[in-house]
């Protein structure tokens, strides 16, 4: 396939700019005439951009510009005028063109621009094949982006465990795509028909928790109106997946530890013994050998889920994959909030790269749908701020909190009422720092991570 159509009826620069193609490595078609390029469009498949001149013989580059709008919708089209042509060329990208280039030009400036069309067009097919796949399903599945090494081992055992009984312990730092290594696991598992029933063991208020996990009776005690079918029992035939372990009150890790040796529960208010064909896998952002040692985590607890860790590379280890992350990142926020998805400049992936990312993936992916929706990338920790340049007392605060409420933001996936609770901060006033800030809480909903 040519990545691009060249359309000139001077046969003497179509010569001079087939090496400057070659030697950019991009497949281009050159044609003399609009008529040409058009028989060559209906052919197929489509360029990824054309660049014509606009005064020919016959049809003219305006001509060609108004045939694929009409016809070819999508492809960027780049066009070559004179001197005496700009406010021709002008009103061409005001009706829809990409770019013009005068004459005389260097190649060099042909090919810069052309690189940055095909970019363009390439991101606009992957935006629209999303959209289509986010549309048929309504998730982009358990996909686990990256080549580094750490990340190969991590898909190789995934694949090598992931049809088998074990229960698994995932062990990582905040963000770094424990759910979506959960889900992966359940996915390639003959369970994949059945439910994948994830809760957050932190989030269950201790009250309520053997509630939330084995169900109650109807009667069972003050409020009970209904029997309730618990995750445990909504998991069955699949996989209950159980984050934040390390949030579990010793007196339900008691519990917890019965019914993954039992293999049954009892709902609250119950006597009779519900049998589970299920997997759990659990997952920690802590050291439960060493909070069990400590007197913070069951003992026995930990080696019963100790069966098989997975730890999970924080982002920091595996910069490698940081640009692939990204694009993927950046194409699900297109997809998202309807916008189009632009290419990064190379000054961006450099500060992405340089950045030590402490929130992990989950912080990239909000980096990439703060850029989708502001258009620029936003890195820069407080302590990198306040480094690179002296602020008054007052700046240094406001960005110190700032700081502080988009990690925290980013930890619970933007959910105010954690958010409140871990700041000890009423709901106006965290509305109203936020509106200070222009902080968007859409921005951090959580979202199939990596």
């Not at 059945?194 to 809760?199: G, H, P, S």
């Not at 299920?278 to 930990?302: H, P």
């Amino acid at each position: 396939m040519s990545q691009v159509f060249f359309i000139d009826d001077e046969a003497d620069i179509r010569v001079a700019l087939e090496q400057s193609f070659e030697l950019a490595e991009i497949n281009a078609a050159f044609f003399a005439s609009a008529e040409e390029a058009i028989i060559a469009l209906k052919a197929g498949p489509d360029p990824l951009a054309i660049v014509c001149d606009i005064k020919m013989p016959g049809l003219s580059g305006l001509d060609m510009l108004a045939t694929v709008q009409h016809n070819h919708v999508g492809i960027p089209i780049i066009l070559i005028t004179g001197h005496g042509d700009i406010s021709m060329a002008v009103q061409a990208i005001q009706n829809g063109a990409y770019d013009f280039i005068e004459k005389p030009f260097s190649p060099e400036r042909l090919i810069d621009t052309v690189t940055r069309a095909i970019e363009k067009r390439t991101l606009t097919i992957e935006n629209e094949q999303l959209k289509r796949s986010l549309k048929a399903s309504q998730t982009l599945g358990p996909r686990i982006i990256g080549t580094t090494q750490s990340v190969e081992r991590l898909k190789e055992t995934i694949s090598s465990i992931a049809d088998t009984s074990a229960d698994i312990l995932l062990f990582g730092e905040t963000g770094t795509g424990k759910e979506l290594v959960a889900r992966s696991l359940h996915e390639q598992s003959s369970r994949r028909d059945a439910n994948f029933v994830a809760v957050n063991c932190g989030a269950v208020p201790e009250n309520l928790i053997e509630s939330e996990l084995y169900g109650h009776e109807k009667g069972a005690f003050t409020g009970a109106e209904n029997t309730r079918i618990g995750k445990f029992e909504h998991a069955q035939g699949g996989t209950l997946f159980l984050d934040e372990i390390e949030s579990m009150p010793m007196q339900a890790q008691i519990k917890l530890l019965r019914v993954l040796q039992e293999r049954a529960i009892e709902r609250v208010g119950s006597n009779q013994l519900l049998p589970l064909d299920i997997r759990v896998i659990a997952a920690t952002k802590v050291d439960l050998k060493l909070a069990s040692e400590q007197g913070e985590f069951r003992q026995d607890l930990y080696y019963r889920l100790n069966i098989v860790t997975l730890q999970l590379p924080p982002l920091r280890e595996r910069k490698e994959d940081i640009a692939a992350l990204f694009h993927h990142f950046l194409l699900v926020a297109a997809a998202r909030y309807g916008k189009a998805a632009t290419a990064i400049s190379n000054r961006d992936l450099s500060q992405l790269i340089e950045h030590d990312w402490p929130g992990n993936v989950r912080e990239l992916r909000n980096a990439a749908e703060r850029f989708v929706l502001l258009g620029k990338i936003e890195t820069s920790n407080c302590a990198d701020s306040l480094k690179q340049e002296q602020h008054s007392l007052a700046d240094q605060v406001a960005l110190f909190e700032k700081n502080i409420l988009e990690k925290t933001l980013i930890e619970f996936n933007g959910s105010i009422k954690e958010t409140m609770s871990k700041l000890h901060l009423p709901r106006k006033t965290l509305y109203d720092k936020m509106q200070k800030y222009q902080l968007i809480k859409e921005s951090y909903k959580n979202s199939s991570s990596s």
